[in-house]
């Protein structure tokens, strides 16, 4: 027995199960390009809202965009993955029927946003003196996003993506831009990495020989 | 020697296997997967995961349909009642002598 299959018996087949389902989930790089491209979407309706004047037509549609396009946007994103996988790449991934969503899991995802947005808000309170409240709402959203990205992806491309979202976050906060500007460059940044990392992923996924199924 | 290392010496033997835990554990966690999802999230080799969802098989552990999906072919797996209870089992002896 080798080493790593002496240390798998002494794991929780939850744990090993769940490791396994979160790389499954990640190998073709299509929720990084969702999340990319919905980043993305976010920079372009805040660059929108910061390029025309308040009121005018592509203001308007920039806030009606947000405000049902990105929530639609994110709602439809695990539906359109699945309808990908289950026509065109079956033959590579193999067929999945998953159990529906665990309540715990989203739980435990909601509890952290919470704690994360406490935090930044007694942060903000007590550091009032020292930053604009603008700077704490980057640095919080930088840091936030980058932990939920470390946590829901478990696998070192996330804790990198995490890692560049938490450090733009506090550089921005540190530059004292204004907010939208601020968040533009965030989503725009984050979007554009994501993309492309999904891409290759993607790329590289599809490159792979398929094997004959059983 | 403690009570609950004791039960170690009667954890089943088909489940207590590296690749059939993964297998069990992966199955149990989903409703159902193919062959080719299996062997793509394990790493195993086809005849590697053939042989032992086999043996899984042949214990009443898992329960394997052939069907298609359009042309593809798929051959779809699922953890039995038998299965479930023998990993709930091997969860409890695993926590308890851990």
Redesign the interface.
Known sequence: ?TPS??R???E???R???R??Q??HN?DGLPEIAIGLTFLLLAVLMWTQIAFRRGSLPFKAAIWAGALGIPALMLSSQWIIKKLRGHLL??????????PANRNQTGIVVAIALVIAVAAIIAAYLGRNSFPPTAWVLAGTGIGGGVLAALAGRIPRFFIGGGIMAATGIALAFSRVSLGVGFMILYGLMGFLSLVSGCVVLLHFLRQPT?P?? | MSAKIQRLAGIDRVIHEPARLMIVALLAAVEEADFQYLRQTTGLTQGNLSAHLSKLEEAGYVAIEKTFRGKYPLTICRLTERGKQVLDNYRKIIKGAL
């Open positions: 027995m299959s002496s798998l018996l002494e929780n087949p939850d090993i199960a769940g396994l389902l790389k499954a190998r079956v033959e590579k991934e193999g067929y999945v029927k998953l159990k094997e199924a059983q």
